[in-house]
């Protein structure tokens, strides 16, 4: 059936799109006009200097806040203005964070970490476990899924959580910073799995970044000034950081 979540139209469309902290003479202004469209399939990344309004754009992006005014539409439907409840909904099913401060539940096994969204959306344990398994080989870990946080390295716990984000289906995948808390090798790992991600499953992949070097990784550079899009443009001399596939995890 062709709802228009299935249309040509972009994923993203965020058009005149403003948010305000605060009122009075102690507002601040985090965006001011920002208009955006994002295609699904796409692998962006959203560069500018601290206190640009990233984080705050990431934020309505991924149904976390609501904007002051403009709108915003996902998969063709306006979200500008829906409820906690709804929002929570669907940022359930369709949307996938990954932050730099990587937060497993130490107590639960690597498996048990990815399971748990899940488990919290009522999905029947055969699927489940099926995501689970596919999602930890997707990250190269499926071989230590029984592994507890602590026995694992900063890196390797970051996949974890993309695995984690990954594993409920959701079509859009933002990152704020993924990479900030790691050195450069586990962080192009990092950046290697979202390549995949977006080449293998078609997910779009909007990562937040400061480092230029992370910003290749994207096929599309979005830059915000002041918050504002002051440059859109693709990446000319993309870096390519994807897995040897099959690569033994120590
Ligand atoms: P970035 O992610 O690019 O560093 P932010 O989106 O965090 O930028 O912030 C944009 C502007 O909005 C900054 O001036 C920041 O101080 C302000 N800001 C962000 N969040 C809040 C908030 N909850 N209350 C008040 N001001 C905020």
Do not use: W
């Amino acid at each position: 059936m062709q709802t228009p979540e299935h249309g040509a139209s972009p994923l993203i469309e965020v058009r005149k799109l403003e948010r305000r902290y605060g009122q009075g003479e102690a507002a601040v202004q985090a965006l001011r006009g920002v208009d955006l469209d994002v295609q699904r399939g796409e692998m962006i990344a959203l560069m500018g200097p601290s206190g640009s309004g990233k984080s705050t754009l990431m934020h309505i992006l991924g149904l976390l806040d609501r904007p002051s005014a403009g709108s915003y539409r996902l998969g063709g439907r306006d979200v500008s203005r829906i409820g906690s409840h709804e929002a929570a909904e669907l940022r359930g099913r369709r949307i996938a964070f990954v932050f730099q401060g990587i937060h497993l539940i130490p107590r639960l096994t690597l498996a048990k970490n990815v399971e748990l969204p899940m488990l919290y959306a009522r999905m029947p344990a055969p699927e489940r476990r099926k995501r689970v398994s596919e999602s930890l080989a997707r990250v190269g870990l499926e071989q230590i899924e029984r592994r507890m946080p602590n026995q694992v390295s900063g890196g390797q716990a970051q996949r974890v959580a993309i695995a984690r984000a990954v594993a409920p289906g959701p079509d859009l995948l933002l990152a704020d910073e993924p990479t900030g808390a790691l050195d450069r090798s586990a962080g192009r790992e990092v950046l290697g799995i979202f390549q995949e991600l977006n080449q293998a499953l078609g997910l779009t992949v909007a990562v937040v970044t400061h480092d230029p070097f992370v910003a290749r990784h994207a096929q599309r550079l979005i830059e915000i000034e002041d918050g504002r899009v002051v440059s859109d443009r693709p990446v000319e001399d993309r870096l390519l950081a994807t897995r040897a596939c099959g690569e033994p995890t120590p």
